[in-house]
C-alpha cells in the first residue's frame, strides 16, 4: 500500500518565484496536515484539513502561503512570492483519526529559495 | 518558552549501552504524547504512545510524569540502528500535536 506522496522531492529556485508543493495522502485518510521543518525552529505545523476543508491555518505564516485540498486525494501548498525564508524541509502527513493517532508523513520536499 | 522542550544532545553511545533522555512540556492540560523517530534526510514515524503508567516496546521504555510535566526514553542494549533524532510529541488539543526539536542519539560500534 502507498505511503504519502510528495512532490516534487527537492525544488530549488529564485527569490520572487511561485513555488507549488503537491500531496497525496493514503487512500482512506480523512486529515491531512501541512508542517515545516528548519533546524532553527523544528517542525511546526502550517495548516491541516478534515475531509478537504481547512480547518486551522493559524500556524500559515503569512498570506504568501496558501494551501488548497480540492479532493480526497490531492493537496497543494504554495508559496507566492517565495523568500529566501522559506527554505525548509516541507511535509505532508495523514491520518484516519484525529491527529492524536499516528500520522503518516510523507518524504518531504526540500525547498530552498535563492 | 517553548511548548515542548528536549536536550538536543547529541547523545554518543556505544553499542550494547543504556541511553536515557527527557522532554518537558508547558501545558499542563496535555492530553496524549509520544515518541516519533526521524532518521538523517527522512520523515518523523512514530516510534511509541506513552502511556500514564509507563510502557515498553522491546528495548524501549517510556515514562510520563505529569506532575513534573516531563516524558522520558529509555534504550536498552542501544543497536547501530538506533542511530536517529527522537522527537517527543505532545497533544494539547483535539488536532494539534506539537513536536519537539529533537534529540540526536548516535550509537557507535
Known amino acids: 500500500d502507498a505511503g504519502v506522496i510528495q512532490s516534487p522531492r527537492h525544488e530549488v529556485t529564485e527569490m520572487g518565484q511561485e513555488v507549488t508543493l503537491r500531496c497525496k495522502p493514503i487512500?482512506?485518510?480523512?486529515?491531512l496536515f501541512w508542517y515545516r521543518q528548519t533546524m532553527m525552529r523544528g517542525l511546526e505545523l502550517l495548516i491541516y484539513?478534515?475531509?478537504?476543508?481547512?480547518?486551522?491555518d493559524s500556524g500559515m505564516p503569512e498570506d504568501r502561503f496558501s494551501a488548497k485540498m480540492p479532493n480526497a486525494s490531492f493537496s497543494t501548498l504554495k508559496i507566492q512570492p517565495s523568500e529566501p525564508r522559506d527554505s525548509a524541509v516541507y511535509f505532508c502527513?495523514?491520518?484516519?483519526?484525529?491527529?492524536?493517532?499516528?500520522?503518516?508523513f510523507g518524504p518531504g520536499t526540500r525547498l530552498l529559495v535563492l | 518558552r517553548k511548548e515542548v522542550e528536549q536536550d538536543p544532545g547529541p547523545f554518543n553511545v556505544p553499542e550494547g549501552a543504556t541511553v536515557a533522555f527527557n522532554c518537558t512540556y508547558s501545558n499542563s492540560a496535555s492530553q496524549s504524547f509520544f515518541w516519533y523517530r526521524q532518521d538523517c534526510r527522512k520523515e518523523p514515524k512514530l516510534l511509541m504512545s506513552v502511556y500514564s503508567s509507563g510502557n515498553e516496546d522491546g528495548r524501549f521504555t517510556a515514562q510520563l510524569n505529569r506532575a513534573s510535566q516531563y516524558i522520558s526514553l529509555l534504550i536498552r542494549d542501544s543497536k547501530l540502528s538506533d542511530s536517529a533524532t527522537y522527537l517527543c510529541?505532545?497533544?494539547?488539543?483535539?488536532?494539534?500535536?506539537?513536536f519537539g526539536a529533537g534529540t540526536t542519539v548516535t550509537v557507535r560500534a
Open positions: 487512500s482512506g485518510h480523512d486529515y
Open positions: 510529541v505532545v497533544n494539547f488539543n483535539d488536532y494539534k500535536l506539537s
Open positions: 484539513f478534515n475531509n478537504n476543508v481547512p480547518i486551522d
Open positions: 502527513a495523514s491520518s484516519s483519526s484525529g491527529p492524536v493517532e499516528t500520522q503518516y
